[in-house]
C-alpha cells in the first residue's frame, strides 16, 4: 500500500536529491515511490541516505524538511508515497 507522504520543493539535479516537506515519518531503510502530479510513476527506491540542515539522519518526523538522495529524475511538485 503507498502513503503519500509529501511533496518534492526543490531537486538538486547535480548531487542528485530531492528535498521533500514531510506530511508522515520516514526512516533510512524505507521503499518510496516518486510520482509526478498526474500520478504516473517516475521510479521508486530505497532511502539509503537522508540529510536535515546537512546532517545525516536515520528517521525524518512529519513537518521536517529532508533531504533525500535519489537515483532517477524529480522536479518540484512530484509527489513521494512510502511503500507500507
Do not use: C, T, W
Request: aromatic share 4%.
Amino acid at each position: 500500500m503507498e502513503v503519500l507522504i509529501g511533496k518534492v520543493k526543490h531537486f538538486y539535479p547535480h548531487i542528485p536529491a530531492i528535498i521533500v516537506e514531510l506530511n508522515q515519518d520516514l526512516k533510512v531503510g524505507d521503499e518510496i515511490v516518486i510520482k509526478k502530479k498526474n500520478g504516473d510513476e517516475k521510479f521508486r527506491q530505497i532511502v539509503q541516505s537522508m540529510e536535515i540542515e546537512r546532517k545525516r539522519v536515520e528517521i525524518a518526523k512529519a513537518g521536517q524538511e529532508v533531504s533525500i538522495l535519489i537515483n532517477g529524475k524529480s522536479k518540484e511538485g512530484d509527489l513521494v508515497y512510502k511503500l507500507n
